[in-house]
């Protein structure tokens, strides 16, 4: 029997919802990753994996763990890391960053780019490029300036001659030009606004509304992504889908954390001081924070977030039952392997992690790339890269 025109769109109708129905019935049954599917539905963005990647690393801002996440990736993927040269461990700071400053760059030699910018340097746009290639991925993080200025004072007490002179943080935040010293603002770098510093703009510039409203868009330009560390499984979800990464290349254990005894608790009046004398960073930081969470809305909805971080913390439940002792972080004593200990600076505790006993090879490797602290990891990809030069020595682990 022939059927109408009319019959074979019913026909055709009722045949796609049958295989909508079944897919979905898949998806419930085998636990497929339903972002595999999305695509095809006008989800995710397809495409391959972004791998020019710079990460413009700030102090004190969850930075360490993001930088953990890039190393892994590029071990993976076997792609070239922009390192510091020779013995250092960042890329010039606090000066601005050079190009020489990098491992394999010649002043006078032929350009050379790599895949992955992310160690400590003090933005300088220009240098950047020429070791950066045209369709590197820009992005940074930032925290609320309060808490960031707190980790620094505690981190950094004796590198910062304004944190040294201080007795505490509220005695520095109650009269700060008594410590500060503007005409040596390198060396104090630390003490005010720190994230504006790194982003190679003037600590003590005046908080002019069109100076400010300047820079920003400085930043909006060049950096196609500004995360947030109080929203870091947030900005993980974020990051992942940018880069188009698999759920495994953003999870993270929380690396270069500090023990809660050695973290301030600032009076609300010190939180007021803090956000005045860092007045630029808060401007910096409330800008970046209303426009992450329009990227958010406009890219993923909250329903499709909340399922993200879920997933996203699911996984790092796994991870943490599959290679840590237990999923408390240790001080520095506690630590088993010394290869594992972090650096320790300042008056802060750096905490660190245990790895359970009896793990196969591969699944030890993984986890140890995982914990492992950012000295070791770039010192690591340093002697795999560059095999034909010195070592980078660690002093601390030979102590």
């Not at 220009?126 to 960031?148: A, C, G, H, W």
Request: aromatic share 10%.
């Amino acid at each position: 029997m022939l059927l109408s025109p009319l019959g074979h769109m019913q026909r055709r109708f009722w045949t796609l919802l049958l295989l909508t129905l079944l897919v979905l019935l898949l998806v419930g049954l085998l636990h497929v990753d339903v972002e595999m599917l999305t695509p095809l539905l006008g989800g995710q963005t397809e495409g391959l994996p972004i791998t020019n990647i710079m990460f413009l690393k700030t102090h004190k801002t969850a930075s360490s763990t993001v930088l953990n996440i890039l190393f892994r990736f590029a071990e993976r993927h076997n792609l070239s890391v922009a390192l510091p040269a020779g013995s250092r461990f960042h890329l010039g700071y606090p000066w601005l960053f050079l190009a020489r400053y990098v491992e394999g760059v010649e002043q006078d030699g032929p350009q050379r780019h790599f895949n992955i910018m992310c160690n400590h340097l003090r933005f300088n746009l220009p240098e950047v490029q020429k070791v950066m290639p045209n369709d590197t991925l820009y992005f940074s993080i930032l925290r609320n300036p309060i808490f960031q200025l707190e980790s620094s004072f505690t981190y950094y007490r004796r590198d910062a001659p304004a944190f040294r002179a201080a007795p505490s943080l509220d005695a520095f935040l109650a009269a700060p030009h008594t410590y500060y010293n503007q005409s040596v603002s390198l060396s104090n770098a630390y003490a005010r606004n720190h994230m504006w510093f790194d982003l190679g703009f003037d600590p003590n510039a005046p908080v002019e509304e069109s100076y400010v409203r300047a820079r920003l868009a400085e930043v909006e330009q060049r950096f196609q992504l500004v995360l947030i560390a109080e929203h870091f499984d947030e900005s993980m979800v974020l990051l992942r889908r940018r880069l188009r990464w698999r759920l495994d290349d953003v999870v993270s254990f929380k690396l270069n954390s500090r023990s809660q005894r050695t973290v301030t608790r600032l009076t609300p009046e010190g939180q007021e001081r803090a956000k005045r004398w860092c007045a630029l960073d808060w401007h910096l930081y409330q800008h970046f924070n209303r426009t992450f969470w329009a990227s958010v809305r406009a890219e993923l909805g909250p329903r499709r977030l909340r399922s993200e971080v879920a997933r996203l913390q699911a996984r790092r439940r796994e991870l943490e039952a599959l290679c840590l002792q237990d999923s408390a972080p240790k001080n520095k004593t506690q630590i088993t392997d010394r290869r594992l200990q972090p650096f320790q600076s300042g008056e802060a505790s750096i905490l660190g992690y245990n790895l359970r006993q009896g793990l196969d090879n591969e699944t030890l490797r993984m986890c140890q790339r995982m914990v492992m602290p950012e000295l070791q990891y770039m010192a690591r990809l340093y002697t795999l890269q560059f095999p034909e030069k010195p070592p980078k020595n660690i002093p601390f682990l030979k102590a």
